[in-house]
């Protein structure tokens, strides 16, 4: 008990549409490096050690919530709904059900803020500890402060209160400094100050920002902390939404870097949160790396190429312009420049795959090869095995998907064809340009082709019997002009057509 009065409880406003989208879909579902814009507040809330969490949703509520719960599974989250969104003090009163019993300081954070990081929202803890207030609020100085409240404070510097844009004078328009959205309010403060918002002002809206008034009133004043404008700007349109994403993308390459990451192009790095990726990995330009990609020591990957869900161990070089999507690579593999990985390809140690090969629902055992354009899906394919260019297997009958395997040391010649369901077995050899549909024994050849017959002298003779059968010359056509429209009758070479016309 005596601990739950220091306890810091987080309230996450992620109930609005989000107009300025003009998306379908809410705002805060919009994502940044594969997570939801407002899983960054809720995370960094988290990471303060905010216990519960208590995200306010009403648009589209239950994706949000779903998307939250999914993404931090096991969380100390709540969801609230306020169905009808009537400002920001009406959101955070929809949160007070879910802190009932709840005595110690709230955070209080906007979903659209994914820049925030955990020292600005330790700031705004500690500077209202410090004051001993019962509210402390971020500000920032902006050269632009357009659309943001402004902090009025009096000749002794104290906030005494935020103006809305829309309710300023020409002269508080004038004010720099603005109310960033990050506050951390007493509990018993802030339910008590919430009960007394009405929503006279210009927008007929219950402002949050009418506690700081309250708070400049009480004992210890409405403290505030300034916050760098990089770290509390807010998403409210795409635009905002692709530099946020830049900024998010370029912390990440520091922090990579600074841990034994190489990165070619930093300004051209594309990173999902959910990635990991170890020491001495070099990262060419423009790759995209995506949902759980785990990548090993050691790792090149190559420009432009995408990795969904990949698990790359050691040493594996990925050349350009190789996508793979929930696949396994082995230590020491070569794969690209232009392969395709797709689900459940999993690719032995040492092993290659070139360009133009697909592969699905694939293994490729250690040391095997597939170098150049080939298909290879539903197949499990044995350690050191060269399967030739442009071999297939034929995995799919119309109905369903059938399994093709080869043994270990087996050599495919190239453009071979491998109806499924299909064995070869260790060791043997298929000749190039077979089509096979049986199984092949270990170490046995087989040929799947029509037999080569050569005719001797035959190009000769073709073109003797050729010229043999050709017609006389006809004498060249006679310059009568074109037959068509618009020629005289009289002109007409021929006679037939161009007489009918004139007729
Ligand atoms: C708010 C502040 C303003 C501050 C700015 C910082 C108020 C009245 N004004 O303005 O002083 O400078 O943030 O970005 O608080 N929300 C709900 N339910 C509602 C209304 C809003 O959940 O009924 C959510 C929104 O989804 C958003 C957040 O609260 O995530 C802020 O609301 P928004 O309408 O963007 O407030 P601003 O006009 O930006
Ligand atoms: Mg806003």
Redesign the pocket.
């Known amino acids: 008990m005596t601990n739950s009065r220091a306890r810091l409880a987080a309230i996450v406003?992620?109930?609005?549409k989000?107009t300025r989208m003009k998306s379908q879909k809410a705002?805060?579902l919009h994502e940044i490096a594969g997570r939801p814009l407002a899983w960054y507040p809720v995370k960094r809330a988290l990471e303060l050690g905010a216990d519960p969490v208590v995200v306010?949703v009403?648009h589209q509520g239950q994706a949000v919530e779903a998307a939250l719960t999914a993404a931090l599974p096991g969380a100390p989250l709540r969801f609230a709904v306020?169905a009808e969104?009537?400002?920001?003090a009406?959101?955070v009163l929809a949160a007070k059900d879910a802190l009932a019993g709840h005595a110690g300081p709230v955070l209080i954070l906007?979903?659209?803020?994914p820049l925030l990081e955990t020292a600005t929202l330790q700031a705004v803890v500690d500077a209202r500890a410090d004051a001993k207030a019962p509210l402390a609020l971020a500000t920032m100085t902006l050269d632009a402060p357009t659309?943001?409240?402004r902090v009025v404070r009096d000749r002794r510097r104290r906030a005494q209160r935020?103006v809305?844009e829309k309710d300023a004078s020409a002269k508080q328009r004038a004010i720099r400094e603005?109310?960033?959205?990050l506050y951390c309010a007493d509990a018993a403060f802030l339910w008590k100050g919430l009960a007394k918002v009405g929503a006279k002002n210009a927008q007929r809206?219950f402002?949050?920002?009418d506690l700081v008034a309250m708070g400049a009133k009480a004992k210890g004043g409405a403290a505030t902390v300034g916050v760098p404008a990089a770290s509390a700007a807010?998403v409210?349109d795409r635009a905002e939404l692709a530099r946020a994403a830049r900024v998010l993308a370029d912390r990440r390459a520091d922090a990579l870097m600074k841990a034994g990451v190489s990165i070619e192009d930093p300004a051209r790095f594309d990173c999902d949160e959910g990635v990991e990726i170890a020491a001495d990995v070099t990262i060419e330009p423009g790759v995209r790396l995506r949902g759980r990609t785990r990548l090993g020591a050691g790792a090149v990957i190559g420009a432009g190429s995408i990795l969904v869900d990949a698990t790359i161990a050691e040493d594996v070089t990925v050349k350009p312009y190789t996508v793979i999507e929930d696949a396994t690579v082995a230590r020491g593999a070569i794969l690209g420049p232009f392969s395709r990985l797709r689900p459940g390809s999993e690719i032995g140690e040492e092993a290659h795959v070139g360009n133009f090969v697909e592969t699905k629902k694939t293994r490729l055992g250690q040391g095997a090869k597939a170098n150049h354009l080939s298909y290879l899906g539903d197949a499990v394919i044995g350690a050191r095995t060269n399967v030739g260019a442009g071999t297939i297997t034929c995995n799919y009958d119309g109905e369903k998907k059938n399994e093709t395997r080869i043994g270990e040391d087996a050599f495919i010649g190239s453009d071979s064809i491998l109806v499924a369901p299909i064995a070869i077995g260790d060791g043997a050899y298929v000749a190039a340009g077979s089509t096979l549909t049986d199984a092949v024994p270990a170490g046995a050849l087989a040929l799947g082709r029509a037999r080569q017959t050569n005719k001797e002298g035959w190009v000769a003779a073709h073109a003797a019997a050729r010229a043999a059968a050709a017609p006389a010359p006809t004498p060249a056509a006679g310059t009568g002009g074109t037959p068509g429209a618009g020629a005289p009758a009289e002109a007409g070479g021929v006679g037939g057509p161009s007489t009918r016309q004139a007729g």
């Open positions: 406003l992620a109930a609005g989000g705002k805060v306010v009403g306020q969104q009537l400002g920001t009406h959101a906007s979903g659209d803020t659309g943001y409240g935020v809305e603005v109310n960033a959205g809206e402002y949050l920002t807010g409210n």
